[in-house]
């Protein structure tokens, strides 16, 4: 037997390793020292209470004979994926039932979708970049190729005509710099996939937080994208599911070529190595679009949202250069007097006692680049950023 | 780009539509007829009170702030892998904790692990089998080769010297045949894996239907397994959750080729594909290994041994011969007056309006064969029965 020696490329991310590292030796240095976070991309507000209250109408059904939920669908129940046609309905979006596959999250879709595509294919993904599109393809041996996100294009790369990719990453609003593409940036990568017959792989888990209306939410708002486009989308940042674990993917039926279709070749990998989301966590995700529960998650949304906006207004005071923060949880801000990306983290742990991510963790462009969260409470938040603008203020 | 071109390989396998399609073309020429069902894998009792109880609980802290629950870890919580670690200590099994893994469920481990493998390894699976060995490997591109189960083996095949094999699946008791192995049996095949430098992919779903203490309910009471198996494991048959999606992995740290370690390469590629089990489903879980959970979950298998041991005393009584029923949910039953499978199928349908799963859907050697199940109701089963022996009785 050999093992898959693919693995052995993969680089170690020690990232958040040594961000909670340099966290945790300042505060035993300093005893009295009270660290604020805004490093970590998870949601810290509960359930709203309409999914509450279906899981536990779920959990009832599960504990008698005549409710109990055996083996479900491998694509979801139908009461979920109606659902989910409903919410793209109401933003202009057909979708067929057939094309909407609900799963246990985003991240588990966006690596397992590869298994549908050729270990040949040349893989394209935007630098700085979120390391799970990069680790998932090292694992079966395709090659990478990188578009420079930077300070000069928004840190939003353009398609480059002059290169051929297969399967091209896009996430917007993006995870780290909150930058987000408009409808015709997007239009631009679709039409060049198109040519190069490529697919997109639009993570489309951040779309919750787009207010300007000039910006996509789906890149099925995009015409052209049927046939080159798979979007995948998560209740972890829109509900708060990332401990409860639910996402949905959407194959249009369109993105074929010659004999293979993408959304039947997803339906065989699913029902051969997948058994469905637990009946109780679909009943909670459906919970999220009745018109309670809508209005519930809303409130929470606007919790995160000021606390980005929060932010972002103190980068405005203060001058600093950012991306994201209006459309997005992450604020990308380049690190003030040409620090380097750990240096700034430093200096930012040691002066205001604050901790966020440094950007060079996600790629040689995000070197000079620093990311703050607004997945806090608002309290820490708002301490956390008195604190920075006292900081440097010059 | 190009698919994984793999997928046109897989074989359709239209054996539940099939059944599902005679049997409903059956109740619909017949009014009034009532057709039981034996056909199917999947439990219908209702979860136990405790794991209820516990799932309401977990369903509470998720409402709370301060007992909210965000990501989790990749490998599953602490109080669920302890659980886990004393349910294979108390059969006499030392684990260390980083040796479990928690997921959503024994076929997405079963398939997902092939992802630390090479794909030029040749991969042994017994025929007939559980399809999902053969049709995962088939998307990877590996050889596949067989393992004649048969009559005169008593559908356990033992290790052939002369071949060579690289990753070998056993499930045990097994799926679809019933048939399990001893320890010694066990012994041989771990022996000719390590003689081969080989990985037993050991599947042990149906591991609590085991009463004889003969057979093996874990390949690691055996010698040497822990530096050639994997194993699978499952809540779906234990304790009723086909619908509530847990299972867990045991890798033990022997593993090992060169610098690659199974359970290293494990970790890494569930961090970057998976993102935990829910964790209201992990409360869920660990609440069958309380006393009260034990207790309650040791109830509901025992009616699904009594329909077992019910269906195998009426084999008994016809003279049919069989494997299974007594250390498993399955009854493996050789056609009587050498019908076929599907032929057997029909007689069944047409006489005693019972439904079962033709042998020959789970490959060559199925042919001849017939699978019922435990699963169904006390009264369906017992009725079915006696149908059955009523039709039969020569």
Redesign the interface.
Known sequence: ?????N??N?AENYLFAEVANRASAYASSHVGSRVLKLGIG??????A?EV?KA??AA??D????ET?????PYEGYDFLRESIRGYYKSRGIELALNEIFVS??A??DL??IL???????VVLVPDPVYP?YV??NI?AGRKIIYADATAENGFLPMPDSSVHA??IYICSPNNPTGAAYTREALKEWVDYANR????ILYDAAYECFVRDENLARSIFEVDGARECAIEFCSFSKTA?F????CGYTVIPEQLK????S?NK?WL??QS??????????QRGAAAVFTEKGQKEIHENLEVYKRNAALIAKAMDELNIWYTGGKNSPYIWLKCPDNMGSWEFFDYLLNNAEVVGTPGAGFGKNGEGFFRLTAFGSEEVTAEAVSRIKKLLKK
């Not at 037997?1 to 020696?5: D, E, R, S, V």
């Not at 109990?68 to 479900?72: A, I, S, V």
Request: glycine share 12%; hydrophobic share 35%; with cysteine.
């Open positions: 037997m050999n093992f898959n020696l693995f052995n993969i998870d949601v810290t507000l509960p359930l209470p509450i899981l536990h959990v009832d599960m504990s008698k004979k109990f939920q055996g083996y479900g246990d999250g991240k588990s690596g397992n298994d549908i595509f050729s270990t040949n294919n799970v680790d998932t694992m297969d399967v190069e017959g490529a697919v708060g990332t401990g409860t674990r070529k010659g004999s293979c993408a070749m065989r990998r051969t190595k997948f058994n469905g989301v637990p009946y109780i966590v």
